[in-house]
């Protein structure tokens, strides 16, 4: 290995270690007392190396909320290829929701922190894995009406809506809410409610049975 090479690594492992201690910092202490001053110490490098790597805390938190993102993707990687449109879209429900309740620290991360959404106004950044997650959904969507039958549908419009379900789910389980219908629905990953429900909205859209 050359020595460029070399230092482009080491550079590669120090943004990666930035990126590690920060999010434990959060799991301990909440977002909200997340600093790069905080981080230095964690990495014991002075403040002014961390800006050598990022801008400030919101590029650090939409770098963290887009490897949410990836990582999400990664473990939805077993539906891809199922052939049946609408049974995908049911598959792709759980996986989100199976996801959202047991990372609970990255889903909050990704979809209720106002961090990252400022660094993609202010630097007019790309949404990465978040929008190509979202343009799945559509494509499945755009198939499964067609499977379906269904016409004069806009299938963004579609895929927003089961995003609103199932991300409503996410939240209700992780506030312990759905206890108030289910009092057995302690965890979101083992909720029976959770599974009928996306089962229902199959269903009435699409006249689908699981």
Known sequence: MGLAE?????????????????????????????????IANEIEYSPATIYLYFQDKDEILYQMMDKGFELMASQMQQ???????LKRLFLIGRSYIRFGTENQDWYELMFNSTSPMNHIERCKAEWGHGI?????LVATCREALVESGKKDVDERIMALQLWCAVHG????????????????????????????????IMYTLFNYKI
Do not use: M, W
Not at 79 to 85: G, I, K, L, N
């Open 6 to 38: 070399r230092k482009e690594r080491e550079k590669n492992e120090l943004r990666e270690l930035i990126l590690l201690k920060a999010k434990e910092i959060i799991i301990r202490e909440g977002q909200e007392k997340l600093s790069l001053r905080k």
């Open 79 to 85: 539906v891809y290829h199922e052939p049946s449109a």
């Open 132 to 136: 190509a997650t979202f343009e799945f």
């Open 169 to 200: 789910l996410v939240s209700l389980a992780n506030t312990q809410r759905l206890l108030i219908v289910d009092g057995n629905c302690s965890q979101g990953k083992d909720c029976e409610l959770i599974d009928k429900t996306l089962e229902n």
